[in-house]
């Protein structure tokens, strides 16, 4: 099955923009990025998904690495 290159590079470029709007947007501060999407998201009202802790899934007992 061949794939439409111009749809796929139209998108590809659409991400690209979108990352550069937001880079210019917060001076590359991916804290600040990583903050308006949280705050974009739990705004949506939509059902956010809580994966499993990367702490919790390295270390099975719970505590804190280096404790």
Do not use: C, V, Y
Request: aromatic share 2%; hydrophobic share 30%.
């Amino acid at each position: 099955m061949a794939q439409n290159t111009t749809n796929r590079d139209t998108t590809i470029d659409e991400i690209h923009r979108t990352r550069q709007r937001m880079a210019e947007k917060f001076g590359g501060d991916i804290a600040a990025i990583l903050e308006d999407a949280r705050k974009r998201q739990e705004a949506s009202g939509r059902a956010i998904w809580q994966g499993q802790s990367s702490i919790k899934a390295l270390n099975p007992t719970g505590s804190k690495p280096g404790s």
